[in-house]
Structure formats: C-alpha cells, structure tokens
C-alpha cells in the first residue's frame, strides 16, 4: 500500500466514523464502535478497498492517532472529533495551566467576540503545545493561535477530558479564557 492510498483510507475512516456512518450504511454502537469485518467490506463498496492487516497499518501510521482497536482488533472507533452523537467515554482530567487552540486567522474576530465554539463537533479541541495547535491551524489558512487559560476555567467549574491520542477537550472556552496579548 502506498502513502497516498494509506491517506486515502484515513480520511475515509475519519469520515465514516467521525461523521457519516451512514455513507456506507455502518452501524456504530453507542461508544462508536465499528465492527472491522463490517467496515471493510462496506467500505469496498464505495471502492475503498483495504485488507485487515492494511487497516492495521493505517491505525498504526496515523500521525494523529485518531482510531484504535478493541483488545481483540475485532471493533475499532475514532477517538474524538465525532461530529454524530456517541458517548466518547471520556475520562475527566485536569488541564495544564494553557492550552493552545489553532485556527486560521480569517476566525478569529468572530472567536474573540463569542470564544472558541464546538460548532458541529461534540467538543471544543484543544492541544497541549503551540506546535501541534499551529499545525491545526495550518489547515484552515494561515494560522492563528490562541492560548486558552485552561487551569482558570477548570478552577471555575469547566470539565475538561483528554482523549486517548493527547486532544484536550471541553465544551466552549468563553472569551474571557483567551489570552489577551496574541496578536
């Protein structure tokens, strides 16, 4: 399998179970679990065509981490970003003192008068260093980064969760949280 056919199947893959199951006809669980068997040959049907030791490759490579398997590689999920409606079973955590939030800079009028949104999302995604929020924003424009103070919004009652590949995740960071010295 080449690089840009392992691409192809992760945006694939990021699509079916982050936001359209129903493309292919998929059924996910109520945690967004897939049955591997079913997603491939459902896939096909759509011509993207992959082997089982090929979709493990796929989740393996992902830069971002954004699928896993179950402990017998028989189901196998997105780890956040959904924008359908699932329990993510995520786990509560405590933030760091900022985290970061990349956009493009054509956002960021509209985020400093309403803050950062979920828009079709379930959570506001957040990341733990500058570098990985400019990457993010790199791939709306040119980037803008926010930092977000993370440790005052959960010291006033804001949950946050940290999925399994490292995004932080909240439900809205309110203006008053961003850093008011970026320019």
């Known amino acids: 399998m080449t690089e840009k056919e392992e691409k192809t199947i992760s945006k694939f893959l990021s699509l079916v179970l982050r936001h359209q199951p129903e ?9 967004g679990w897939a049955d591997v068997d079913e997603l ?4 096909a049907v759509k011509n993207i065509r992959f082997t089982k030791n090929e979709l493990k490759k796929v989740v393996q490579n992902n830069n971002k981490q954004r699928f896993k398997y179950d402990e017998e590689n028989n189901l196998i999920r997105a780890n956040q970003g959904h924008s359908i409606q699932i329990d993510a079973d ?6 760091p003192v900022l985290l970061y939030h990349g956009t493009a800079v054509k956002n960021v009028p509209a985020i400093r008068e309403q803050g ?12 733990a260093d500058q570098e990985t ?7 709306h424009g040119k980037p803008f980064i926010f ?3 993370a440790k005052q919004m959960h010291d006033k009652g804001n949950v946050f969760y940290l999925s399994e590949n490292g995004v932080w995740l909240t439900e809205l960071v ?8 970026e320019h």
């Open 23 to 31: 493309m292919i006809q998929l059924e996910l669980s109520q945690t």
């Open 40 to 43: 491939i040959e459902k896939c």
């Open 90 to 95: 995520l786990k509560t955590a405590i933030p």
């Open 116 to 127: 950062i949104t979920k828009q079709n999302r379930l959570h506001v995604h957040l990341s």
């Open 133 to 139: 929020a400019n990457k993010v924003g790199m791939r």
């Open 147 to 149: 930092t977000v103070e």
């Open 174 to 181: 309110l203006p008053n949280y961003l850093r008011k010295d």
